[in-house]
């Protein structure tokens, strides 16, 4: 059974998403560590560490993850997670932007999966597929 942390990045509150995400994910037979909204980039690798998670999947609804996410690269080498699967997803701009040009940003920050505005379980879908071929 795989384990994923997720919540809600930086200072968001949009929780409905975060709430189904737990819910999709469990009945996928995942096991779920949430940490809810409002949580911060080292907080969701303290928990990733902690659980020895295999998958970080990252929520922003309000855009803010832009900002939030830039760390990753440097935190993923200090705490040495290269076989641990990073996914964001929702809204990752603040405002309109070109999906490739947010795919290629948020991948340069550490993100092996990226679903900007991407319906919740076509995103799982490809979670899952990707899992697959990396074990
Ligand atoms: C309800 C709502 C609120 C409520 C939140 C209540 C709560 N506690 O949740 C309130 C009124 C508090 C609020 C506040 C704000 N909001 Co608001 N809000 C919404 C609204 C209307 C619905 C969000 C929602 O619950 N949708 C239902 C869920 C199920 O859908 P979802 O969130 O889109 O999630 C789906 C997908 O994104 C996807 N998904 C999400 N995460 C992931 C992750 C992965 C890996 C994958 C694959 C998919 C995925 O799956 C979900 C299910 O399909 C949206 C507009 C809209 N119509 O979407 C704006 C919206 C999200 N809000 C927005 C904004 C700007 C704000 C505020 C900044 C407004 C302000 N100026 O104060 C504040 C921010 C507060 C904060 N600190 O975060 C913007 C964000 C724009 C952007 N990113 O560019 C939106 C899009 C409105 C808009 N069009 O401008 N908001």
Not at 44 to 50: C, L, R
Not at 68 to 95: H, P
Not at 116 to 134: A, S, Y
């Amino acid at each position: 059974m795989y384990k994923v942390v997720t919540g809600v990045v930086g200072n968001d509150i949009h929780v409905v998403a975060n709430r189904l995400i737990d819910i999709s994910l469990q009945a996928r037979g995942f096991e779920v560590f949430n940490l809810g909204v409002n949580t911060y980039l080292e907080e969701f690798i303290d928990a990733v560490v902690e659980t020895d998670a295999d998958v970080l999947l990252i929520s922003s609804l309000n855009g803010e993850a832009e900002g939030w996410c830039r760390e990753l690269q440097f935190l993923m080498a200090e705490y040495e997670l290269k076989d641990v699967t990073f996914v964001i997803g929702g809204n990752l701009s603040v405002g309109e932007s070109k999906d490739e040009d947010l795919v290629k940003k948020y991948q340069s920050y550490g993100f092996d999966l990226v679903f900007h505005q991407i319906e919740l379980n076509d995103g799982l879908d490809q979670l899952e597929e990707f899992l697959g071929k990396k074990s």
